[in-house]
């Protein structure tokens, strides 16, 4: 079963405007880990934002921030006042709390940022 | 800032011939993986290693073979590299443990093209 959904394979913002990248997740584990990472075309993974499931706060990290929404199992990022430089893929990913609790990556959204 | 490398970042060659793609990290993570990534595409784990002597393969069957002797390097070798292979080579690590807060951290990748 597919641990990680992004259904948005392609987003295009406006600079300076906000945009949100969705992820739902599929977990029956109490404690997990969420991540975003960004790879822009010179391919390496960038880590962006962790958000722990017991954390009561939303995570924040400069533009972005994570919309966690533990009931709906979903974990969407939020860029704020995009830049052209945020044209990328983003993945979202989950690490649980079991054993190896290696980490699941999503698809990807492909976002471009337009001028 | 990451510590793991791997090298070439990019290589051509012709069909047939075996390669090694390298990669090393200075963290002391037990767990490393080896990622495949068409452009703008998903990730498909094809190997994985919990520590010194352990390696697994990955959801994605791939023809490729690694190894691990020593805790910080992780090679992947084609024994007869074919077209088919041509993709995106990324290695990533983490530490071992049951954490869900542990990032992944990536190297920046090795593109391969198969002629």
């Known amino acids: 079963a597919q641990k990680i959904t992004q259904t948005q394979p392609g987003m295009f913002v406006q600079e300076k405007e906000a945009v949100t990248l969705d992820c739902t997740y599929d977990?029956?584990?109490?404690?997990?880990?969420l991540f975003w990472y960004k790879q822009p075309s010179s391919g390496e993974m960038i880590f962006l934002i962790y958000?722990?499931?017991?954390?009561?706060q939303n995570a924040t990290e400069g533009r972005y921030s994570l919309n966690f929404q533990k009931a709906r199992k979903s974990a969407n990022l939020v860029i704020s006042a995009s830049q052209l430089g945020d044209s990328a893929m983003y993945f979202c990913?989950?690490?649980?709390?079991?054993?190896?609790?290696?980490?699941?990556f999503g698809a990807g959204t492909r976002l471009t940022v337009k001028p | 800032e990451a510590d793991i490398y791997q090298t070439p970042r990019y290589l051509v060659i012709g069909t047939g011939k075996k390669i090694t793609l390298e990669c090393s990290q200075t963290?002391?993570?037990?767990?490393m993986y080896w990622y495949q990534q068409d452009p703008g595409m998903e990730l498909h784990l094809i190997h994985y290693?919990?520590?010194?002597?352990?390696?697994e393969k990955g959801d994605l069957s791939s023809e490729s073979t690694v190894s691990r002797i020593r805790t910080e390097h992780f090679p992947l070798t084609l024994e007869s590299a074919r077209p088919s292979h041509t993709s995106q080579y990324l290695c990533?690590?983490?530490?071992?443990?049951?954490?869900?807060?542990?990032?992944?951290?990536f190297g920046p990748g090795t593109r391969l093209t198969v002629l």
């Open positions: 963290m002391g993570h037990d767990k």
């Open positions: 977990t029956s584990d109490q404690s997990y880990g």
């Open positions: 290693s919990y520590g010194v002597n352990s390696t």
């Open positions: 990913a989950m690490r649980e709390g079991s054993p190896n609790n290696d980490m699941r």
């Open positions: 958000q722990g499931s017991y954390d009561e």
């Open positions: 990533a690590s983490s530490p071992l443990g049951t954490s869900v807060h542990n990032e992944q951290f």
